[in-house]
Every structure is written in C-alpha cells, then in structure tokens.
C-alpha cells in the first residue's frame, strides 16, 4: 500500500453478492486474508445493507419494543405512568433509526398497535 497503513484482519470483513462467482471469491479471500460474512452485520446498530424486505430488516425495532413492553405488563401502572413510558422509552426507541432511514409505514402501525394494547 502507498500510505503505508494495513488492514486490520480482525475488525475486517468481506461480504459477498450472490453473483460473484466463487472462482473470484477465494481469489479474493486469499489475497487479503480476511474472513467472508454471509449476512451483512450492523453499523452503529443500523442496518448497513437493506434488501428488498425494508419490513425485515428494521424488524430489530420491534423486537426490542417487544420485549419492553412485555416487561413492564406484569407491573400495575397508572394511566399517567404508562404514558410516561410509552413516550419517554417507546417513542424514543426508533427515533435514531428514523433520522437515518424512512420505516416503512406498515412498521409503523403496528408499533403503533403494540402501544395501543399496552394502553
């Protein structure tokens, strides 16, 4: 390399699309030597590759909505401290995802469904 600077091998990964031809892929593997990944993995908890299924791909927000939401059902809350969650955590839960990418609207009714029976 002219700069001088290498590769981290270890923090390095190469991902592959499904038309490039194996030939060219341990070609590839074996002259840089790093390891090949077949899902593309997040970037700063983002997706850094969406696919035809936008819905699947952002189906991690929904997971962890999930999951909150399930946790605080077996305590008995008021009307006003379920609201305070649900906008204080809920809300605040895709607002990073959202200032990167659009969700798609179906996503988004059915957070906004979850919210409801929570209510």
Do not use: C
């Amino acid at each position: 390399m002219a700069s001088g600077q290498k590769i981290n091998k270890e923090k390095s990964s190469i991902f592959f699309s499904k038309n490039t031809k194996q030939e060219v892929r341990d070609a590839l593997l074996q002259e840089v030597n790093v390891a090949a990944v077949n899902q593309f993995e997040k970037y700063l908890g983002l997706p850094a590759l969406i696919g035809r299924s936008r819905k699947s791909s952002f189906s991690f927000i929904k997971g962890r909505i999930w999951t909150k939401l399930n946790g605080w059902k077996e305590k008995f809350l008021t009307h006003a401290g379920k609201e305070v969650l649900l906008k204080s955590v809920i809300q605040a839960i895709p607002n990073y995802t959202m200032s990167v990418f659009r969700l798609p609207k179906t996503l988004i009714k059915e957070i906004n469904s979850m919210m409801r029976k929570f209510w």
